[in-house]
């Protein structure tokens, strides 16, 4: 079946702008979390949503960053006045209800870079 | 904090040599074990997991015991592949919690 996908696959920006990056979960996945990966580290974690609701935030780096999940399906990661720091990979994953700790598929991710 | 150290890479190693990939943590609690593998082009997966001290994850001829004496949970391969190539990473996820926490990351590159 189809995996976790995410759009756009690249995204450069200018400082300042405003950038909407977009992730796919696998169906019937209730669970949904975006990390972020900078060059030569692991991803850190960002935000988990529970169906529509946040259940955690305390990953977001500060209140540039926002993210949704309205219909408890697709995910927007919403970042404005961008920093050159921003520039990262952006994982998204996914995992059912029932899945064994830990067990989540990620996408391939999204490349912003901000210059 | 709960953090995850890896083995700095990159390694390289020839087809069917033995393979160990360190990675020790440091947690508040009693956290599971994961060792997550991204291969080129694609996304990361899910490759072992130990959910309590003194299990041994286990697939694809890879190994990792969770040894809470030493705070480690190291990868073994007996022997290694062509196909092994990839970027591997440590990770640990706390009782509650649905985040995980992963270690940098260790490139293996096997020659033929």
């Known amino acids: 079946g189809a995996g976790v996908s995410q759009t756009p696959s690249n995204k450069v920006t200018e400082k300042g702008k405003y950038v909407e990056l977009r992730c796919d979960p696998i169906?019937?996945?209730?669970?949904l979390y975006w990390y972020r990966q900078s060059l030569g580290q692991g991803p850190e974690f960002l935000i988990y949503?529970?169906?529509?609701?946040?259940?955690?935030d305390s990953g977001l780096p500060n209140d540039r960053f926002f993210a949704v999940r309205p219909e408890g399906s697709v995910s927007t990661l919403k970042i404005q006045r961008t920093e050159r720091g921003d520039s990262a990979v952006y994982l998204c994953?996914?995992?059912?209800?029932?899945?064994?700790?830990?067990?989540?598929?990620f996408g391939p991710g999204t490349r912003l870079t901000v210059t | 904090g709960n953090s995850v150290t890896q083995m700095e890479g990159p390694v390289t190693l020839s087809e069917e040599a033995f393979l160990t990939i360190n990675c020790t943590y440091t947690?508040?609690?009693?956290?599971?074990l994961f060792w997550y593998v991204q291969y080129p082009g694609e996304g990361l997966q899910l490759l072992l997991k130990?959910?309590?001290?003194?299990d041994k994850g286990s697939n694809k001829g890879f190994e990792a015991t969770y040894r809470k004496e030493t705070t480690s949970f190291h990868l073994e391969k007996g022997s290694v592949q062509v196909s092994d190539s990839a970027v591997y990473f440590c990770?640990?996820?706390?009782?509650?919690?649905?985040?995980?926490?992963f270690g940098q990351g260790t490139r293996l590159t096997i020659n033929p």
């Open positions: 994953a996914s995992s059912p209800s029932l899945a064994g700790v830990g067990e989540q598929y």
């Open positions: 169906s019937g996945h209730t669970a």
């Open positions: 949503f529970q169906g529509t609701g946040a259940a955690d």
């Open positions: 947690a508040t609690g009693y956290p599971s």
């Open positions: 130990a959910t309590k001290a003194d």
């Open positions: 990770a640990l996820n706390l009782q509650g919690a649905q985040k995980l926490v």
